[in-house]
């Protein structure tokens, strides 16, 4: 599977985002999907995911809220819209995916995701 992200950019803080996160190589209907952060000198942390079999959203507790994953089956993509951003929220936005429906005590860990995108950097500044 290969992914790719876009969508990010320079925004004010309060305003919106929508990310996305484009697979090819195989259908994500089977999967997990999610996207991932991670800011200049930190650890990479988990944002929020999805499972695709049934629409099961799970989200951390800065993205709850304010953040919106979906997916696309069409196009075979899965999106974040992001609002009422802060300026904690700047960083590299990751998406990944896993080929299995995962469980909620799983999702939060990158290292049960064998797919990476590159990157999408966001930066909220006045």
């Known amino acids: 599977v290969q992914l790719q992200a876009s969508g990010g950019g320079l925004v004010q803080p309060g305003g919106s985002l929508r990310l996305s996160c484009a697979a090819s190589?195989?259908?994500?209907?089977?999967?997990?999907t999610a996207w991932f952060r991670q800011a200049p000198g930190k650890e990479r942390d988990f944002v929020a995911a999805?499972?695709?079999?049934?629409?099961?959203?799970y989200y951390s507790d800065s993205a709850k809220g304010r953040f919106t994953i979906s997916r696309d089956y069409a196009k075979n993509t899965q999106l974040l819209q992001m609002n009422n951003l802060k300026p904690e929220d700047t960083a590299v936005y990751y998406c990944a995916a896993a080929p299995r429906s995962l469980i909620m005590s799983a999702v939060r860990g990158p290292d049960e995701y064998d797919y990476w995108g590159q990157g999408t950097l966001v930066t909220v500044s006045s």
């Open positions: 999805i499972r695709w079999s049934d629409g099961h959203t």
């Open positions: 190589g195989r259908t994500l209907s089977r999967t997990t």
